[in-house]
Nanobody, 121 residues
Framework: QVQLVESGGGLVQAGGSLRLSCAASGRTISSYAMGWFRQAPGKEREIVSMHRSSGSTYYPDSVKGRFTISRDNAKNTVYLQMNSLKPEDTAVYYC???????????????WGQGTQVTVSS
């Protein structure tokens, strides 16, 4: 079992930055694909970044160039640096871990409780 706890969300003005953290416990995450997802009210959960255990990353066009995922295996923690935030980035952000890297929530085995990010215009 892997327990994930996100932190770092909050209220920020458009154009600002936030860094989300996802602290894992129970097992080392070094062999897991780690993803960040978000879900806005009335919308489906969508991926915003993925970090494969091999080190490669993925970003959808909506956040490419603005968001950066990284992991520190020694700290068993994954980060999401979010820059140039827009009001449409407002959502609950979730960290997830899975043995299979993928773009869809169903592929991930473990989830955090989520952290709210609100971007004001």
């Amino acid at each position: 079992q892997v327990q994930l706890v996100e932190s770092g969300g909050g209220l920020v003005q458009a154009g600002g930055s936030l860094r989300l953290s996802c602290a894992a416990s129970g097992r080392t995450i070094s062999s897991y694909a780690m993803g960040w997802f978000r879900q806005a009210p009335g919308k489906e959960r969508e991926i915003v970044s993925m970090h494969r255990s091999s080190g490669s990353t993925y970003y959808p066009d909506s956040v490419k160039g603005r968001f950066t995922i990284s992991r520190d295996n020694a700290k068993n923690t994954v980060y999401l640096q979010m820059n140039s935030l827009k009001p449409e980035d407002t959502a609950v952000y979730y960290c997830a871990a899975g043995k299979v890297a993928g773009l869809y929530p169903v592929l991930y085995d473990y989830w955090g409780q989520g952290t709210q990010v609100t971007v004001s215009s």
